[in-house]
Structure formats: structure tokens, C-alpha cells
């Protein structure tokens, strides 16, 4: 019998997340464990995978905790991350002398 370290093993039951855990994980990364928790019902609530990768994206470029609950009760989480991802500057923007891979 092959013998793990307890590393290997905490490792691969971390990867075993559901979904709304890395949602969570986000928003306790971000905002703090009190304000990822509230979100806790609501996203065990949600059994739609495409929905739940919709929201983790939106957890990771909310400003705030309010800009999340918004997404979150949003209708449509993708109309919330491409306004999000409109208002966020390029990476040329912020780090001008970076090259593009086209010049």
C-alpha cells in the first residue's frame, strides 16, 4: 500500500471545491470570511454550473461586497461581467510599456 503525506492528500481534497466554495473562497479573499459567508444559502441555492463560473468571475472583479450581491441577484450575471470587464482599464493602460504580441 502506497503511503501519502498529508500534504498530497489536503491538497487533492482542495481541489475537490464545488463550485460555490471557490465562489466563496473568492469573496472571503476579497471582503473577509463574515461578508463570503452571507452568500453561503444563496449559492448552494444554485445547481447550474455555467451560472456558478458566471458568478466566480464576478467575485473575483467585484469592487465590493454590495457589486457582488448586485451580480448575484442579477438576472444576467454576463451583462454584469461585461460592464465590469468595460470599466476595467486595459493591461496597456496601466502598464504602458508593456508590448502587445502584435507590434
Not at 489536503?10 to 471582503?31: D, G, K, T, V, Y
Not at 461581467?81 to 493602460?93: G, Q
Amino acid at each position: 500500500m502506497k503511503k501519502y503525506s498529508i500534504a498530497i492528500i489536503e491538497s487533492w481534497l482542495r481541489s475537490q471545491q464545488s463550485p460555490s466554495e471557490h465562489i466563496l473562497e473568492a469573496l472571503q479573499i476579497r471582503f473577509g470570511a463574515d461578508a463570503a459567508q452571507t452568500f453561503k444559502p444563496a449559492l448552494d441555492a444554485i445547481d447550474d454550473l455555467q451560472h456558478l463560473e458566471q458568478l466566480h468571475r464576478a467575485a473575483i472583479l467585484a469592487e465590493n461586497v454590495e457589486d457582488f450581491r448586485r451580480a448575484l441577484e442579477a438576472n444576467d450575471v454576463e451583462d454584469f461581467l461585461e460592464r465590469r470587464n468595460r470599466a476595467m482599464p486595459k493591461y496597456s493602460e496601466v502598464y504602458p510599456r508593456a508590448k502587445s504580441k502584435t507590434s
